[in-house]
């Protein structure tokens, strides 16, 4: 854990180096973190769920354990878009704070100057 906060820390103040606003994108990296975190975790505990079911079903097969099993599989797939979804925001919110040419998320695209 030490190694992981120590890497985030060089890379944080690789980042803010010289000539940046000190200020004025703290929130937005933050959110940028929380959205992954998020996505993470949602991803993490919709599969644990669905390894669990699939082994309980392995282990004492029943009627009402193979349903339970493709639950779990379905509630996995209906979950998938929003998890990607929340993964890409996150992706653009961080892109867009480091590179000031890109649109801000949710607005369209600029017309490229000729």
Known sequence: MSAALRLWWRL???????GHD???GRGV???AVVAYAVASAALLITL???HAFVTRDA???????????ALALIAAGLLVVPILTLGAVA????????D???PPCGSP???QAR
């Open 91 to 98: 992706a653009r919110l961080s892109l867009g704070r480091r």
């Open 29 to 31: 990296d933050a959110l």
């Open 22 to 24: 000190a200020g004025g």
């Open 59 to 69: 282990q004492s097969p029943s009627e009402a354990s193979s349903l339970y099993v």
């Open 100 to 102: 000031p040419g890109l």
């Open 48 to 50: 644990g769920g669905v």
């Open 109 to 111: 695209a600029r017309p």
């Open 12 to 18: 944080r103040r690789a980042s803010y180096g010289i």
